[in-house]
């Protein structure tokens, strides 16, 4: 099935139930307690490579493909390839920046041949694959250098040519979707727009993209300044498949942001919070019932197409998930009248 039709069927069946997304890879492969020679996989590196998630597409496949079939099995429609640091940029802190198109095709191949191996088992409930691009480690519109605010460690050019190396890889693998996530920085995430559109336009086809945010700060802002509003504003020409937030904080905190893209966003919502706050030692207590509690409400406010989890999420959290919302109404996207929008650090409408 083309891409085009697989965001038609993907529209279609958000229209008629509440969607569920996978949670993350990063603290379920912790749970493996993999130590170098784990992540290695018998293979040779320069580099250490413990803490490198990405590369156990292809020295680990087992840990990311078990990972990945819990969540199917708790109820995901939607799974995400482990490659959220799989870029040439992020890479390069493991010296395996020459293995992105490697890893990036591997995970595509291995969550592809699951998501295919459950929507077989059940052709009723079909299963979608986004393929992860996360932020990198680098930023466009801050200085690294508080003593020289005009330097930038990368341009926008080098960010657009190393999400469209990792795009072109998902691709190949066999992706129904890109997924921007995690976005901090509103100008990297223009660079990962636009190298989705220069993917699809020499590949000929409509290449579907999602577009999730996240805050830095409670006040409800990312790192370039932007309101939840502004930063709409900011990717709404490109009419991502769907808009929301992800990370930084939990469904608690993230509650009035939600209500805020729910009045605003015009295609479908996804959001997938954390579990919570971290405590002091940097894990997450919140209780798989909490948080299908917490998001149940925002699905009986009519705000939820699609909803997963983020850092420290399990399977048990999203087969909680699955039943909270299960058998509530899915939201209807919002209808806006013509206006002239546009976005600085705030939004502004003119109609």
């Known amino acids: 099935m083309r891409r085009d039709a697989k965001a038609d069927?993907?529209?279609?069946?958000?229209?008629?139930?509440?969607?569920?997304?996978?949670?993350?890879?990063?603290?379920?492969?912790?749970?493996?307690?993999?130590?170098?020679?784990?992540?290695?996989?018998?293979?040779?590196?320069?580099?250490d490579q413990k803490g490198n998630n990405d590369l156990l597409n292809i020295t680990r496949p087992d840990v990311i493909g078990e990972i990945c079939?819990?969540?199917?099995?708790?109820?995901?429609?939607?799974?995400?390839?482990?490659?959220?640091?799989?870029?040439?940029?992020?890479?390069?802190?493991?010296g395996t920046e020459s293995m992105v198109r490697e890893i990036n095709l591997a995970a595509a191949r291995l969550t592809r041949a699951a998501a295919d191996r459950f929507s077989a088992e059940t052709p009723d409930k079909p299963r979608f694959v986004a393929g992860a691009l996360g932020p990198t480690n680098k930023t466009l519109s801050v200085s690294p250098d508080v003593n020289n605010p005009g330097y930038r460690a990368v341009s926008f050019d080098e960010v657009k040519a190393?999400?469209?190396?990792?795009?072109?890889?998902?691709?190949?693998?066999?992706?129904?979707?890109?997924?921007?996530?995690?976005?901090?920085?509103?100008?990297?995430?223009?660079?990962?727009i636009v190298a989705a559109d220069e993917a699809a336009e020499e590949r000929g086809e409509e290449l579907p993209v999602m577009v999730s945010m996240t805050l830095t700060d409670l006040a409800g802002r990312n790192i370039s300044g932007q309101t939840v509003e502004a930063f709409w504003h900011s990717v709404r020409h490109i009419r991502?498949?769907?808009?929301?937030?992800?990370?930084?904080?939990?469904?608690?905190?993230l509650h009035p942001y939600v209500g805020v893209l729910n009045a605003q966003v015009d295609t479908l919502l996804c959001v997938y919070p954390n579990a919570g706050l971290p405590n002091d030692m940097g894990a997450y207590d919140e209780a798989p019932e909490t948080t299908g509690r917490l998001v149940r409400g925002w699905a009986e406010s009519g705000w939820l197409n699609i909803v997963g989890g983020c850092c420290g999420t399990t399977p048990d959290h999203i087969r909680a998930i699955a039943q909270a919302v299960k058998g509530l109404a899915p939201r209807t996207p919002t209808v806006l009248p013509p206006a002239l929008r546009l976005s600085g650090m705030e939004a502004a409408s003119f109609f």
């Open 9 to 47: 069927q993907l529209r279609r069946l958000a229209g008629e139930r509440i969607l569920v997304k996978d949670g993350p890879y990063g603290s379920m492969i912790q749970t493996y307690g993999l130590d170098e020679a784990g992540f290695r996989g018998g293979q040779a590196f320069t580099h």
């Open 69 to 94: 079939d819990a969540y199917l099995a708790a109820g995901a429609d939607i799974v995400a390839t482990n490659t959220f640091n799989a870029n040439a940029i992020s890479q390069a802190d493991y």
């Open 162 to 192: 190393i999400y469209r190396e990792q795009i072109d890889g998902l691709l190949d693998g066999g992706v129904d979707f890109i997924l921007i996530e995690t976005v901090f920085d509103t100008l990297n995430a223009k660079a990962a």
């Open 240 to 253: 991502p498949l769907t808009m929301g937030m992800n990370c930084s904080f939990g469904a608690t905190e």
